[in-house]
């Protein structure tokens, strides 16, 4: 009898990277990152204790919408380096009420993070290159999209070399936890749009 299940689209591999669903256990590598003042001032929620970090972070819902970064190792034998996080979080497409059925789960939200320690090397550009392979491939979703603070430049520089498109700018509609009111930026990539092969 042949196997016509979907193949498990995780662990995504690059030349150097791998990106699989994150484990209760690696909340704890999650915090080192995320705990940084110059990660967590772009952050939506910033806890401020591990335990209060863990709790955030061990719901379940929140939980199954993240995917860990991790670098190859170069000698085999030795255990991947998590140095980074992804957000994957599916979603509803907007549609009129006689055609919802067919917007359910089309799209996902992206975010990420990445350890300061290994930036400029190209990881994150690298991951979440895999990650919208999986979103347009395996996963079959039409559109993902992604939001930042405009004063996030790494962000949303990263968003335009992935060939995002901006589809807003908004002037000072999000409210930092400084008390300051930023400009936001959103971008979107359409499945159509995406290369499948580079």
């Known amino acids: 009898m042949t196997d016509t299940r ?8 690059t030349a150097r990277l791998q990106v699989r669903p994150c484990t209760p256990a690696d909340v704890v590598a999650m915090w080192e990152w995320r705990r ?7 952050l939506g929620a910033a806890p401020d204790t591990q335990d209060a970090f863990r709790e955030r972070y061990l719901d ?3 939980l199954a919408s993240l995917y860990i970064v991790e670098l190859l190792p170069d000698a085999e034998g030795t255990a991947p380096t998590p140095i980074g996080d992804i957000m994957v979080r599916r979603g509803d497409g907007w549609a009129q009420l006689e055609v919802d059925a067919r917007a359910k789960g089309v799209e996902a939200e992206l975010g990420w993070v990445l350890d300061p320690a290994h930036t400029g090397h190209g990881y994150a550009t690298e991951a979440i290159r895999a990650v919208i392979d999986v979103c347009f491939g395996a996963l079959g979703l039409r559109r993902v999209h992604a939001g930042c603070f405009a004063d996030n430049e790494p962000s949303w520089r990263l968003m335009e070399r992935l060939g995002m498109r901006r589809e807003e700018f908004s ?11 930023l400009d936001g930026m959103n971008y979107g990539l359409l499945a159509e749009e995406w290369p499948t092969a580079r």
């Not at 979907?6 to 591999?13: D, G, K, L, M, Q």
């Open 60 to 62: 379940p819902e929140r």
């Open 171 to 181: 002037r000072k509609t999000a409210l930092h936890r400084s008390g300051e009111w």
């Open 6 to 13: 979907t193949p498990e689209p995780w662990p995504a591999r």
């Open 36 to 42: 940084l003042p110059e990660v967590n001032r772009w």
